[in-house]
């Protein structure tokens, strides 16, 4: 009997079927401090129990995105271990607030797969939810990724592909229940702006840059219990395109939601990713800097003292866009891509006081 | 009046004298999850409340491992600190769950030594148990190590050299008070094998590789309060025969035990070690890869739920054992040595459920 | 709208203005384990519970310097975005154990300010405290820096330069609350030393050396949210005098202090800091080693069972005082300066049992 776990090839996937992921793991208070050491995160949601709850929260909730890594991180044992490449997300919603104490776990169902032409891989598509233990959710996303098939000379016929949400509708942003914003106040968080001083087409240059070690990114992807291999093997990563460690894409949305502190900080939530692209790798030693640019604003349904906010968030690698103009894509080719320095570009909907 | 401690040497050894060792040590969540962060630990029963809740514990344990060398390191100060040679542990039994928010302490009894022929140094033989705040043992274990003489040229005629058990007995390994497998779900481990499973003379290749660097391996040790100046001062170790730190030998033990949960994910605790070496030394940058052997399979007493599996853990550095034959020992000068690409050897009992 | 902190110049600081600091923080077992992990702190009274209580407090304290870097953190942002140079610290004074669970917030008081003859900076001096949940203050301290002007060209007139405290005096000194060190012990410290052991004058070395790596930095000072830039940004140091990251001074002053505890175990808290320097800038690399001189030693009105010890502590870089002779300072161009090795001189108030 075989033990150790060769990961999921394409043919493995049956449409409808639910993949109940290792390993269930209650998040501490443990998490948020390395969370905090490892990007620099400030919103004083995450930071103060007395802020969190003068806001009608239990105590200081666990930043979203940790969540997210932290209910990512279990899939890929069973998703994306033989994934050649990761298409993209849609559909990313957070729930419900998580609380230090709080057991998650993962559970994807298979809703799509599709056989490449080549015949060598094909596309899966999963609906991923994290729950916490009292069976609520607290997070759900679709992501799409291209497996190896294990028997790439037999056709599987599988052509089922679904629609993916091209965005989250306003109507379908989950406000976390019971909040008050009646005692607001700003000095928590030290930022000026609100919801009605953002404009669309806005740019805001988050000024601060940030240098990531090796050791850094390996503990954030260890905490998460990603297991993917490129992150952590350096012996076998010599041998690699790269020819070293590949920085988990997330660390890189952490550290660089983490710089957007400075500019957006009174945002109280990430509510919904619509899409985003890793649009470059990031490695150990490069510096990240950032910018956001309000993409549209829309009033939240039944509430008039918050609002919410879509921007694009940008990351960029070793160049101060503050300092030299960084477009976000060039052509090159005839085509338009990424810019090499560009690696993150995050279409989200974030939850912000409106005055 | 000297303020700052020598270390003991080999005189100040006193057989029978028991060492109660400085500092105690309140083990938390903070703990738990710098130790995921450092070894990439994913045993369901230190990460998950819940899981740990439906098996009889009160909540998520503390991984054997952390308690050891928690309970280790307050030992170096007295016992190692002028340490020639870590020679062997022998007899180490996990007693008791430990918990978050349990504070250990370690004492250490001194039950042989023996002056080495030389006359410059002598073999010290201790028996240290870590207990909890209620005076409950945890862990005990023996240990030698061969320390410098004060005063090389005054005989002391010490040959006391105690009897060192060769293995744990089954009949001696503890089982968790209170363990209750009836409720036991797979899907937390994500492991399909169970102890039935098994066979003696089976090799599980462990197949992840996991990098450590300089600041991953000195977090750990200073996290167990470890004080051997091998592993923190570079500037020290220059003029070492490495020179350069050297890794704490049980921070591999940790990394290696991590990966072994890729074909071992059933495993509950670690009951004992029989024995072990650190076969080569360890440095910052090594790529650590792992392997296991039964060695065995035992009933254990009044239990049909659950089993012991006495296994041989091996660590390797630098090549992947999935890839190259990289054999336990070798041939050099005659003498079956350790393969140089060999780091760990580890001799240990583990708990499985038995299906 | 600028929605992006620019800072404060000189300008800005309005005599007897009070600058409300963003973020507060709940200080949580998770930065305590950290804290251990990066500083290899092992003061008792931080580590374990039980000890703690046995003296009469609720449980371990947070570390007296991680309390002082929460609060100091926080004031940055506000303080010293655009200082140019550090100038000096007084009064500085702990006033209340935080526990786990705290909630600490900062405040500064702008308590004088000065331009300087060039017009182009000037000095502010701030008078900073930090509160817990219930509002009782637990540190305070002053804190002066050259900070640059937003218009050179426009005299401001300033010219309020407030009085510090040379030192703080005995009688201010605050011991903590409830202590009762009747049932004290000295097997958790480890150390046989206490206050009627140590002579002023008396040097104490010791002994071990700490390398500091980028990651660990770094980790720490964003565990503070400390958000000065030259800590994290290597791309843009590398156009700076230095040419890459400058460790933040506080995490010498911590990992020091944590080497100072070979020799000096029994200290109980630190009291007070009278004054200090950063002689010299750390880098990444560095190995710190430490001595001790005490300056002056003091009874506690109203108790005998502890008193105050003031000592000098010298961190010095990649240089081995047990080895070579490193002067606190030496002649050059005719002026006394800092030995180049030497990197921290502090000089502050430490709480010891009398015997």
């Known amino acids: 009997m075989a033990k150790t776990n060769p990961g999921n090839f394409f043919e493995d996937f049956e449409l409808g079927a639910e993949l109940v992921h290792a390993v269930p793991r209650t998040v501490t208070e443990g998490d948020q401090a390395l969370y905090v050491a490892l990007t620099g995160d400030r919103f004083p949601l995450h930071c103060s129990a007395e802020f969190a709850r003068s806001l009608g929260f239990e105590r200081e909730t666990v930043n979203d995105l940790l969540t997210f890594h932290m209910v990512f991180g279990k899939t890929v044992n069973d998703v994306s271990l033989n994934a050649v490449a990761n298409l993209g997300y849609a559909g990313l919603r957070f729930l419900r607030p998580v609380y230090p104490g709080d057991t998650l776990r993962s559970v994807s169902k298979v809703v799509g797969k599709k056989e490449n032409s080549s015949g060598k891989t094909g596309v899966v598509w999963v609906r991923t939810t994290g729950t916490n233990q009292r069976g609520e959710m607290v997070l759900e996303y679709y992501r799409w990724v291209m497996v190896h098939k ?91 395109r790269f020819g070293k460690r590949l920085m988990y894409g997330g660390h890189v949305i952490s550290v660089v939601r983490a710089l957007s502190f400075n500019g957006m900080e009174n945002t109280l939530a990430i509510l919904a990713f619509n899409g985003g692209a890793h649009a470059n790798p990031t490695f150990a030693g490069d510096t990240l800097y950032a910018w956001s640019e309000i993409l549209d604003k829309q009033p939240l349904p039944g509430r008039d003292d918050c609002g919410a906010l879509r921007a694009r968030l940008v990351g960029v690698k070793n160049a101060d866009p503050t300092q030299e103009e960084i477009p976000l894509k060039v052509e090159k080719d005839g085509k338009k891509r990424y810019h090499p320095n560009v690696v993150l570009d995050l279409d989200y909907w974030l939850l912000m006081p409106t005055a």
Chains 1, 2, 3 share one sequence.
């Open 150 to 240: 294990r028997d790439p000379e037999t056709p599987t016929g599988a052509k089922d592909i679904p629609e993916m949400p091209a965005e989250v509708a306003v109507s379908e942003l989950v406000v976390p229940e019971g909040l008050d914003l009646s005692r607001y106040q700003s000095w928590p968080s030290g930022g000026a702006a609100f919801w009605d001083d953002y404009e669309v087409g806005e740019r805001i240059d988050h000024v601060d840059g940030m240098t990531i070690e090796e050791s850094e990114h390996m503990l954030a992807t260890r905490l998460y219990q990603n297991t993917a291999k490129v992150h952590f093997n350096a012996h076998a990563m010599e041998s690699s």
